[in-house]
């Protein structure tokens, strides 16, 4: 694998070999600023000069994140045969356990998991490790894996290489690094919670009311670009994702109530650019690498303001422009005015045309009727225990086939021609 230029992050630790210079690294970055080639590079250059198995661990906050880890690693080592294994729940334990018995070159795992196996799985151990990664070291603490943390500090040995790295510093953070780090050298990108020069912010007051009618505007207005947009829960994940889905837009949800290997395959579609339009909860907000995110939409605005760094963080990657607008409602200003505060800039208003927008309501307002037809009928199939066909299943999550409405409404599109995009097969 070549790279063209080197990332932010990652020139900032190589020019002084601050990376392979045996001392531990506590990294302060935005995120795409390159921090997996940062470590994955020094520890696979490491494994070469002395091989061994179970030579590194890498934990992480989510499935979808270690997954990606261990594909650059697998990428970035194949000429030196890296064997990678992802630990995570969701998957077999004694699938996962054969895995560990083959002891792979580097673990990449989700703490609560790895403990499941230290505790559990005979013959398994990690006593001549060297060395340790924690990536999004702050998401890991918030997610309470706390106690899980301290466990596995407790079971590696204590002569090791230690990586922390962590978009924000909070005092969470602080108390890990001065548990596990020695004597560290700090890299960091930017001092001030900040977004990218390339990425371009705005903000759009709009009532409550019409919030669907704006979003159908806005992917109707940037028709061929490619759409994260962030909702704050699961059942409004999946009910946009089907109201866009009647209308016409290839639109795929992403959330914590999806089954793993749905959440894999959402991921997928929009990583090779099958479905366009990617609506997810903030599960997807952090660390994962999505290339082609060309603009990020806050349609719930988030609560804590420092998710809005790692929401946007999604476009604007490794040196590309990108687009970033977030939905105001009368609801949400004191929230907004947080994000500007923290950022420490005023954002320009994403510039409408009122009478556009509101040409769109009666159709959105039917989309919106069918969309909660289907979310009941999904629910009511939950409740009576029915299980459903893999075809079924797949269909469901994706939401593209759901229950027959969509022809309903395609029909009544038919008449009423607007823009809309035809409904992929």
Avoid at 309 to 322: C, F, K
Avoid at 333 to 352: D, F, H, S
């Amino acid at each position: 694998m070549m790279f063209r230029s080197t990332t932010i992050f990652f020139s900032k630790c190589y020019p002084s070999d601050q990376l392979t210079a045996g001392r531990d690294v506590i990294g302060l970055a935005e995120t795409g600023s390159g921090k997996t080639a940062s470590f994955a590079l020094p520890i696979l250059q490491a494994l070469l000069e002395t091989p061994q198995r179970l030579f590194a661990l890498v934990l992480t906050p989510t499935r979808e994140l270690a997954f990606q880890i261990s594909e650059q690693f697998e990428a970035l080592g194949a000429s030196i045969g890296v064997k990678s294994a992802v630990i995570v729940g969701g998957i077999d334990m004694m699938t996962q356990a054969l895995t560990l018995a083959k002891k792979p070159h580097v673990i990449i795992a989700t703490p609560g998991r790895l403990v499941d196996h230290l505790e559990n799985t005979k013959g398994f151990n990690l006593k001549s490790l060297k060395y340790l990664v924690m990536d999004e070291a702050d998401r890991i603490l918030n997610m309470d894996f706390e106690e899980e943390v301290d466990k596995i500090l407790r079971v590696i040995p204590r002569e090791r290489r230690t990586y922390l790295y962590s978009a924000t510093m909070t005092k969470k953070v602080q108390k890990l690094q001065r548990a596990s780090l020695r004597d560290p050298v700090k890299v960091e990108v930017s001092s001030k919670y900040q977004t990218v020069e390339k990425l371009m912010q705005y903000y759009l007051f709009i009532p409550a009311k019409f919030k669907d009618v704006y979003l159908v505007h806005l992917l109707n207005e940037l028709a061929g670009n490619s759409f994260m947009v962030f909702c704050s829960t699961c059942s409004n994940t999946q009910r946009t994702a089907l109201l866009l889905r009647n209308l016409g837009f290839t639109a795929i949800p992403l959330h914590g109530q999806m089954g793993q290997a749905k959440r894999l395959g959402a991921l997928t579609k929009f990583k090779s650019k099958n479905r366009s339009i990617l609506i997810a909860t903030d599960v997807a907000s952090r660390g994962l690498d999505i290339p082609h995110v060309d603009c990020v939409v806050n349609f719930d605005i988030p609560t804590h303001s420092k998710d809005y760094i790692h929401r946007v963080g999604r476009t604007a990657r490794a040196g590309r422009s990108g687009k970033a607008i977030t939905f105001v409602t009368q609801y949400d200003v004191e929230l907004y005015q947080r994000i500007e505060q923290l950022i420490g800039k005023k954002l320009p208003l994403y510039e409408t045309v009122e009478e556009e927008v509101m040409s769109l309501v009666e159709r959105v307002t039917e989309a919106q009727r069918f969309a909660k037809m289907e979310l009941k009928e999904q629910e009511d199939k939950k409740k009576g225990g029915k299980r459903r066909k893999a075809d079924d299943d797949d269909d469901a999550d994706d939401t593209e086939q759901a229950l027959g409405v969509h022809d309903r409404i395609g029909k009544k599109n038919k008449k009423n021609a607007g823009g809309f995009k035809k409904r992929k097969k």
